[in-house]
């Protein structure tokens, strides 16, 4: 049974709901479509499920985008209701006839509704009884097709040892069935047996009677006599000079080397303690520079292409296309703008966004843009290009505030630690991007103290204390072959104790199938409620991204024994100075988690650390 059926404008007008099903939604599935779904660019998505405590719902929607309206159907998800999709195509075509823009009141459509909606049921009623109904077969039809077969295989067997394509082409009561089996050859049903025999003969010419296993001499002395010429590239190389022989120099020794260049490691006291004397400094931290980027958007082609028959790119004549943007279109169609979308799809997955990311996108400009009037003196190429820049820009820019600082100092005046907790997979550099988070905040003169809980990796501890010299902060550790989660629930009693205003804790890198280590970061999250748990992910992946961050927060979620579930609140780029303009990563992690990125790792320093510029990100993407 229908939930609920609900028709608004974009701006969150209620023009009418069905009061005939006068259901109470249990809480807030409507809201929830739209914050998670239609701002999120997910509006191709063909149905959205919302879990409450109690009541799963399945929520389908469609657009009238040249009126700016929104209808969505709401049921239960065991119900399944197959008709839902014909009914909202029937309410939008005709709650459109009667659509005006100065009523906010349509009581006059119940009536068509409820019309319409028996009119839905009796339809998928039939379509249910069509599918299920046999189709009855006679005792004389099977008997005529089990002689057309014999006699059908017989033909055949004699046709294929003469070369011949092995289909019926005479007229009678077998023709049917002769006609619907497939030659081995692959000639058309309507060519007759003496063509077919024909052709069958000169085929089997033609590729050397590859089929009977023979192979064709002329061939393979035509082989060796190519094989037996030189090639031109072959012989011009020879003429070329040979170049002169480089000699080794001979290499210095130097007996008596001075210690100062052998010597790497951090500078220790006359005790010989590992205290550092000296607290490394790099200068300021990239994470409080502005970056400046050009408003200029290079130059794009003019003229749209299109594909002919055989595949190739070709370009539309310059007055139809003058005309087209000059004039406008009535209403965008989906076929005009397949081509601008496909151009931007394979563009995106270039800049190694993932696939699927990238065709979801594509399906949800389409959606937004489909039915819309196209203004003059614009192209469709160029309209689909805003639409998606707008839709890009939505999907990277936060949702909410990612102040550490401001965050920081309100768990500082509630009298405890603020804890951020670092996750990923192996390799990413977790350690070292933990070692610029905290650089960032010594220089904002906020106290900090590591937790060394990745006791699982060998010389993950003697890693982390290298940093804490390094920049003179308190570290702590219990060694190895401990559970994690009691480790960072002690680091964080210290740092309570010790006044520490943030604990930073580095956990071991695990992959996303790995059971047990997914199940113990679960505890380590669940027993602490960390502040802020950050997923650390490379720049270097494309659909990996997709993978990784989808099972870490399936994980989380699954294994979570609390009752408000913690996921992904944040990522950490890394390695991003190494891609040059293949940063897809970032939208595909976006956009499969919605987390928003809080730092982008750019080199090997401790300055090397930033903020992601998102009109930066989307102007690369789109280039």
Sequence with gaps: MLEQLLIFTRGGLILWTCKELGNALKGSPIDTLIRSCLLEERSGDASYNYDAPGVAYTLKWTFLNELGLIFVAVYQRILNLLYVDDLLSMVKREFSQMYDPKRTVYNDFDDIFRQLRKEAEARAEEMKKSKQAPKPVGNVSRKQGQAAAQKAGLEGGVKQKNGASGKDGGDGGDGDFAKGRKSENGYSNGMGIEESHAAGVV??????????????????????????????????????????????????????????????????????????????????????????????????????????????AKKKGWFSSMFQSIAGKANLEKSDLEPAL??????????????????????????????KKQASFTRISSTVQTAMEEALVRILTPRRSIDILR????????????????????GVGKSTNLAKVAYWLLQHKITVMMAACDTFRSGAVEQLRTHARRLQIPIFEKGYEKDPAIVANEAIQEATRNGSDVVLVDTAGRMQDNEPLMRALSKLINLNNPDLVLFVGEALVGNDAVDQLSKFSQKLADLSTSPNTRLIDGILLTKFDTIDDKVGAALSMVYISGAPVMFVGCGQSYTDLKKLNVKSIVNTLLK
């Design 407 to 426: 965050d920081v100092h309100v768990a500082k005046e509630q009298g405890k630690p603020y804890v951020v907790v670092f996750v990923g997979v192996n």
């Design 203 to 312: 085929k089997n010419k033609e590729n050397g009677s590859s089929e009977n296993g023979a192979f064709d001499v002329n061939k393979l002395q035509k082989l060796r006599s190519k094989g037996g010429k030189k090639p031109d590239n072959v012989s011009k190389a020879s003429k070329v000079e040979p170049k002169k022989k480089v000699t080794k120099k001979n290499r210095v020794w130097d007996e008596k080397p001075s210690e100062s260049k052998l010597d790497f490691t951090d500078p220790v006291d006359e005790r010989g303690d590992e205290n550092i004397a000296v607290m490394a400094d790099q200068g300021e931290s990239m994470m409080d520079k502005e970056e400046i980027v050009s408003s200029e958007s290079e130059a794009e082609e003019d003229e749209e292409t299109e594909k002919d028959n055989k595949g190739n």
């Design 342 to 371: 496909k151009a931007l799809k394979d563009r995106l997955m270039t800049k190694n966004v993932a696939e699927e990311i990238a065709e979801k996108l594509c399906e949800s400009v389409a959606a937004s843009l489909e039915g």
